[in-house]
């Protein structure tokens, strides 16, 4: 395997700005995506946030791009208007060396300045299915030149009830286009709904464990439910995290526990489905702007969350399923750097516990709430090919640091 970027053929200029961004190596669903792209095939990706999806599809739509023509050539539909936002930093960030027209078509936003900047002749579009089609039937967007089209979360979108206006999206756009497909889980209904929008297509599908939790360190610790309040209070002063996203089942539980930590003088948001787009706008805001220290969100509301310097996640409540405990701690260890994931279980939910490293080959490892390894530890899962590390304490800090990501984007306000 060549080194680095090297062999994918996306050119010297995209290759240096790719360095000088400390991309260094390829992840393995940019290795396996980006040569099938460039080949000109569709392609259908399993892949959870955290692998390195959106620069598998995003570096090749760089490559191609015609930059002398000024209508969309590229069309990126995600199931929520912080995916598309996030997406479209990202062209802006890939394509500084040579810059490209790039523009976020989301609801939430004024409508009539979307209008005028669509007039602006826009390259690429990313935006949400009922937005975009507002604009296709009014006549102030035209797909007629999309030649590259994107469907990220489709599983999401599928949930949502997104899809025919995705379907209709897609109507709209060149008959001859090349199509990408992303999806963190594929049930039969994406199955063949990849099977109907694809041809000639390259199916990609990473193990969800070895693509997402391999630089993760997991740890479980036992506690009853009338004491999670206090147990997550305890938390969060020993880890000190520069930013911990901590998930709940629902978004009453992650009001409450939200309004509880912020009692205690914690730097706090919520991200729930009840939220209204102002507000939502806020949190996202303060993310990027480094203002929050803990995030607690509802599993909906934080489905394609892409936040960088994330180094704690917190499984508050057990999820459901594994392919949600894989997607929940994927939001830290991006990019093949280091996290670490907790998760909170009751004594009720031991076989539960069980059952979900059974599914996924891992074994967590267990602690008290001071961070203490326990003596007792579970037997291996046989799948697994490494046991995760016993590192005690591990996470314990004097002060709260940010994550090594190059450059940090603040010192630590507080000592805890």
Not at 100 to 120: M, N, S, T
Not at 176 to 185: D, P, R, Y
Not at 275 to 287: E, G, H, I, N
């Amino acid at each position: 395997m060549p080194q680095g970027f090297g062999g994918l053929q996306l050119g010297a200029a995209l290759q240096a700005q790719l360095q000088k961004l400390g991309f260094k190596e390829p992840m393995p669903i940019q290795r396996e995506a980006i040569p099938a792209i460039m080949a000109g095939k569709d392609v259908i990706a399993r892949a959870h946030t955290g692998t390195g999806k959106t620069l598998a599809f995003l570096l090749p739509l760089l490559r191609k791009l015609d930059r002398s023509k000024d209508y969309p050539q590229a069309l990126i539909i995600t199931p929520t208007r912080e995916l598309a936002l996030q997406i479209t930093a990202e062209v802006g960030r890939l394509a500084a060396y040579d810059p490209v027209k790039v523009l976020a078509v989301v609801g939430g936003r004024d409508y009539e300045e979307q209008k005028r900047k669509l007039a602006g002749k826009s390259q690429i579009l990313v935006g949400t299915p009922g937005r975009l089609l507002a604009h296709c039937r009014q006549g102030t967007a035209s797909l007629a030149g999309v030649s590259y089209l994107v469907l990220d979360e489709v599983d999401e979108m599928l949930e949502r009830g997104f899809i025919d206006d995705a379907a209709t999206l897609i109507g709209l756009t060149k008959e001859e286009h090349q199509t990408v497909l992303c999806s963190a889980t594929v049930s039969e209904e994406v199955r063949k709904l990849g099977q109907a929008l694809t041809r000639n297509r390259a199916i990609i599908d990473l193990d969800p464990e070895e693509a997402t939790v391999k630089e993760i360190e997991q740890i479980c610790i036992k506690i009853s439910e009338e004491k999670k309040q206090q147990a997550l209070v305890a938390l969060i002063k020993r880890l000190n995290p520069y930013l911990m996203l901590v998930f709940c089942q629902s978004k009453e539980k992650a009001a409450e526990t939200e309004l509880f930590l912020a009692r205690q003088g914690w730097e706090t948001g919520l991200l729930t489905g009840d939220l209204s787009p102002a507000k939502r706008k806020t949190v996202m805001k303060d993310l990027r702007r480094a203002k929050l220290q803990v995030l607690v969100a509802s599993d909906i509301a934080a489905r394609g969350l892409d936040v960088e310097g994330v180094t704690h996640v917190l499984n508050y409540d057990l999820p459901n399923s594994p392919e949600w405990y894989v997607h929940r701690i994927g939001r830290t260890g991006r990019a093949g750097r280091s996290g670490c994931a907790v998760t909170f279980y009751t004594p009720e939910e031991a076989a539960r516990l069980r059952a979900l490293e059974t599914k996924l080959g891992l074994r967590m490892v267990r602690q008290n709430l001071a961070g203490d390894t326990l003596a007792r530890q579970p037997k291996a899962v046989v799948k697994s090919k490494k046991a995760a590390p016993k590192r005690g304490k591990s996470g314990v800090k004097n002060k709260r640091k940010a994550p090594k990501t190059g450059s940090n984007r603040r010192q630590s306000r507080r000592e805890v």
